[in-house]
């Protein structure tokens, strides 16, 4: 997908409207239309790229740098009991629009709206095996 086909860099360049709740030369956040919970926001970096992949560390630097700042206006106005934050990437992990966003979702209690419902494997794995994917991981974060 090519920047002129995102609907999140039409959002940035102002082609389509948003709620836009902050704004700098290098991030911009609005909020989510569901508004899964109240104060429900994104926030994307306004360089295209498609997923955390294929993010340059500049460019996820400058995204996480606002995240806190961001989540604490939404604790200040709102007083959510605590807050997700949730970013999917590619289709099999529930990803709909192919620009980076992390979701800023704030947690008013068990009824809210949103759930997470995972299921652990904690009886699956060894502590051996749990080494072994570490150090394969590992591996390739240091090459």
Not at 14 to 38: H, M, N, R
Not at 109 to 124: C, L, M, R
């Amino acid at each position: 997908m090519s920047h002129d086909d995102c609907i999140f860099c039409k959002i940035i360049d102002g082609e389509i409207p948003s709620a836009k709740v902050y704004e700098d030369e290098k991030v911009y956040a609005f909020l989510d239309i569901s508004q899964v919970t109240k104060g429900h926001t994104l926030v994307i970096p306004k360089t295209h790229t498609k997923n955390i992949y294929e993010t340059p560390p500049e460019v996820a630097q400058e995204l996480f740098a606002r995240i806190p700042k961001i989540a604490n206006a939404i604790k200040d106005v709102y007083q959510p009991q605590g807050m997700n934050l949730l970013n999917n990437n590619e289709k099999a992990a529930d990803q709909s629009v192919f620009h980076l966003h992390l979701h800023l979702i704030p947690r008013y209690g068990k009824d809210d709206g949103y759930a997470i419902n995972w299921t652990t494997h904690v009886d699956d794995y060894s502590q051996e095996d749990l080494q072994q994917i570490a150090k394969e991981i590992g591996e390739r974060v240091q090459a």
